[in-house]
Structure formats: structure tokens, C-alpha cells
């Protein structure tokens, strides 16, 4: 009796030290100068600030559920929380310590739905954020964690495909299984020296993901923590984990990497004012991290030259409705648009040479499309499944064009090339077409999809 009493007042003390004793446990983390008006809030459970007795405001209406072990409450299940959400540092006068498992999540264990939180704020009250708390939040573009925070849960923010900054607090040890697997739009995470461990596929599947700072505390990056980061070309290693290039241990982390670091090297990425990451390196356009949805791609890379887009550069950017490549770009990159569903429009200039495979696969949107003569290849299932396209040009420098490059756009009847039928003949790309009814009209003829020529008068 007297070990579980003292086991609920060491829960309790710690709650109060977390809330009390920290600076940092108020809105206003910096504090400002102390003149009036500038206080560094610390906030009660009755959410009123002791030093000056400001209320916080927070989100009303939300669910909890109480912990007899802590005498503390979790945030419950609220799934139709919409729009911004403020939680409070205490509910019935005890601390909020939890954000419960899935409690804002689009998934309820059996049904995903959509979700429509569009922002959260986390006070430094909450020491741990459950098992996919806000997993499918797909609405959230940034979340930060706060220093009071140890623990982020399993598949937390699994799917948050909108996530674009996630700041991960000085507190927080462990990140549980796939945390983030999937936030797509994610470009950069650095992970704190607090941190020990990375639970498996914690950052699968982050395919923006370009550069990851790895703090001194790491210990054990989990299996595939970092799997299908296909350009995560930059790591910061602050561990004494041995990570090198290439290296598929440590969750992958680099696996794809050009630099390990083990100082405070300067990044070899820039990101543009308006938010394209070009690589030096590589002489590419590695991303996008902007949030316009209609864009022109710069004349030039951020170091003045020429560039090619690299490849999942604007991967299963979905809300991608137009784009217009200016005619510095050389290369379009494996994966470069795939999944890009909203592509309504693209236009590839005379200096592209080459489309990489499954460039464009999946952008059923699209309904036309120009190829210049400047494209020599195209690669194996570039436009797959292009399924709203109805008519394509096909410029007359193409020498190669791939498997399945156009495998099934079933709607795609009308095939311009503007070289000869012989010309087409030698490029023989009729496995490459695999729609019912098509019909490739040459300049001296046309040809159809069982190979049937008719030559023009
Ligand atoms: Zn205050």
C-alpha cells in the first residue's frame, strides 16, 4: 500500500515538476525581455498562468480519459476534431499528460476516413503521444513536439502526407515503429541528441525526405527506419553509430546517401525562396517544398546552370495541377511526377533528352502530351497508367522507347510521330502501346496497333 501510494506521488510530483519546473512549459518559450506584458507563462492544470494569471486558450469540447495510475488525463478519441486544435495543460483540474492511441487519428482501428484537423498544438504537459495518434492526419503541415514530451508512439504520424516541418522536442527519447512512415513531404528531420532510439520504419517510405541530422544519443536505428528515402542524400551522424554511404544497416539511413557527416559540414542542398531544393552535387532539382499547386520551374538552378530533375522529385505531389519546365532542364528522373494525379497539364521543352521510368506513371489527369525532338528515350513505363490520356506527340528524335512506357492508358487512340513509318519500325515500340485501338500517323503514313501500315499518297 504504502509502495503504490508512493509510486502515485512520485507520478504526481513529476507531473508538477514538468509543468513547474521547466521554462520552457508555456506558450511563450522565449519569454521576451520581462518587461510587461512578457511573461513566461506557467500554466496550472487549471489552465491559468501562476505568474500571470493569463488563461490559456485551448480547443473546448475535446474527450479525455482519466489515469488512475498518474491521476492525470489522456486526450481520447476525437476524430471529427476539425480545423486547429490548442489541447490544455489540465482537464477537471488534473494535468493532461497523454495523447491517447488514435486520438485524433483518421483510422479507428478498423475504417480510415478523412481527417480534418489542419493543425495541433502540443503543451509541454504531454510527456507521451500515443500509437497513431494522428495517424492520416493528412491535413497537418506541421507539428511541434515539445521538450516535455519523452515518448512518440507507434505509426504517430503514420500517412501525414501534408507534413511538411516536424520539430521533434530536446525530451523526446523514443520514436516508436513507423512514426512517420509516409509523410511524403517531409524534406528534413533532425532528431535530437535526446533521442536513443528509432523504432523500425520509423521514416519508411519519407520519400521528400533530402537531409536527416542524427543526434548524439542515438543508440539504434530500427529495421528500415529510413527504407525508400530514395534521395536522402545528406546525413548529419552526431552518433557514434558507424554510417557510411551506401551502407544498408542503421535503418537504411543511408542508403542512398552521397554524404555522411560527422560535424556541422554545410549542407550541399539550397532551398529557393519560393521552395525548390536544388543539389549541387548532382546539378539537379532534388524537390519541391513550397505549397503552390500551379508551378514554373526556375530558368536556372540556384547555382546559375543548367539542371535535370532528379528522381520521386515531385512524387505523389498530388495537388500538382500544371507545370512548366523551362528549357534548362535536361533530364526528367525516374518516378519524377508519378503519382501526381492532379497533372493536369505539363510542358516538356526542347532540351529535355530523356524521360526516366514511371516518370509520369499514375497521372491519370493528363490528357495530352508533346514530347519535343529532343527526347531521345523514354523510358519503361513512363506514362503507365495515364489513363486520361487521349493523344500524344511524339517528337522524331526518339531511338528507345521502353516497356510499357504507355501500358495502360486505355484511352489513348490518337499517336502522333514526327519522324517516318520506317523510323517508327526501327523503334519498334509496339509492346510499349498496349491500348485496344491506336492508330501512330508518321509523316509519310500511319501506322496501327497490330503493325498495319497504309502510306500516304
Ligand atoms: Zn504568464
Redo the contacts with the bound molecule.
Keep these: 500500500m504504502k509502495q503504490k501510494f508512493l509510486t502515485v506521488l512520485l507520478a504526481i510530483v513529476a507531473a508538477f515538476c514538468l509543468c513547474f519546473g521547466l521554462a520552457a512549459c ?1 506558450k511563450d518559450g522565449d519569454g521576451g525581455t520581462g518587461g510587461e506584458g512578457t ?4 500554466y496550472t492544470a487549471d489552465n491559468v ?1 501562476i ?2 494569471g ?1 488563461e490559456w486558450g485551448y480547443t473546448k469540447g475535446l474527450n479525455y480519459v482519466y489515469d488512475e495510475e498518474t491521476d492525470t488525463y489522456a486526450v481520447g478519441e476525437n476524430v471529427n476534431a476539425s480545423g486547429k486544435v490548442i489541447l490544455p495543460y489540465g482537464y477537471q483540474g488534473k494535468f493532461v499528460t497523454k495523447i491517447g492511441r488514435l486520438a485524433f487519428s483518421g483510422y479507428d482501428g478498423t475504417n480510415s476516413f478523412y481527417s480534418e484537423l489542419t493543425s495541433i498544438t502540443i503543451p509541454n504537459c504531454v510527456t507521451s503521444i500515443g500509437d497513431g495518434a494522428f495517424a492520416l492526419c493528412t491535413g497537418l503541415t506541421s507539428v511541434t513536439i515539445p521538450d516535455g514530451t519523452t515518448l512518440i508512439g507507434n505509426s504517430a504520424f503514420f500517412g501525414c502526407d501534408g507534413l511538411m516541418s516536424v520539430t521533434i522536442g530536446n525530451g523526446v527519447t523514443e520514436i516508436g515503429n513507423g512514426a512517420f512512415y509516409e509523410c511524403r513531404r517531409l524534406a528534413e528531420i533532425a532528431i535530437p541528441d535526446s533521442v536513443t532510439s528509432i523504432g523500425d520504419g520509423a521514416f519508411a517510405d519519407c520519400s521528400g525526405l533530402t537531409g536527416v541530422i542524427l543526434g548524439n544519443g542515438v543508440a539504434e536505428i530500427g529495421e528500415g527506419a529510413f527504407e525508400n528515402c530514395y534521395k536522402l542524400v545528406e546525413v548529419w551522424n552526431h552518433s557514434s553509430l558507424d554510417i557510411r554511404e551506401g551502407d544498408r544497416d542503421n535503418g537504411e539511413v543511408a542508403h542512398y546517401a552521397d554524404h555522411v557527416y560527422s560535424g556541422n559540414e554545410a549542407s550541399k542542398r539550397t532551398v529557393t525562396d519560393d521552395g525548390y531544393i536544388f543539389y549541387e552535387d548532382e546539378e539537379c532539382l532534388l524537390g519541391y517544398c513550397g505549397t503552390e499547386k500551379s508551378l514554373t520551374l526556375p530558368a536556372k538552378s540556384s547555382y546559375g546552370d543548367d539542371y535535370w530533375i532528379y528522381q520521386y522529385a515531385f512524387y505523389y505531389y498530388d495537388v500538382l495541377t500544371s507545370v512548366t519546365i523551362p528549357d534548362s532542364v535536361t533530364w526528367i528522373g525516374r518516378e519524377a511526377f508519378r503519382g501526381c494525379t492532379g497533372l493536369t497539364s505539363i510542358t516538356i521543352p526542347d532540351s529535355v533528352t530523356g524521360i526516366g521510368e514511371n516518370a509520369f506513371e499514375g497521372c491519370r489527369g493528363l490528357t495530352r502530351i508533346e514530347i519535343p525532338d529532343s527526347v531521345t528515350s523514354i523510358g519503361s513505363c513512363a506514362f503507365y497508367n495515364c489513363s486520361g490520356l487521349t493523344s500524344v506527340t511524339i517528337g522524331h528524335g526518339v531511338t528507345e522507347i521502353q516497356f510499357a512506357a504507355f501500358g495502360s492508358c486505355s484511352e489513348l487512340t490518337d499517336i502522333q510521330f514526327k519522324g517516318t513509318v520506317a523510323e517508327w519500325q526501327t523503334i519498334q515500340p509496339l509492346w510499349s502501346i498496349f491500348t485496344d485501338d491506336y492508330t501512330v500517323t508518321c509523316t509519310d503514313g500511319t501506322v496501327d496497333e497490330k503493325g498495319n501500315v497504309t502510306y500516304f499518297d
Design positions: 508555456g511573461c513566461k507563462h506557467q498562468c505568474l500571470c493569463e
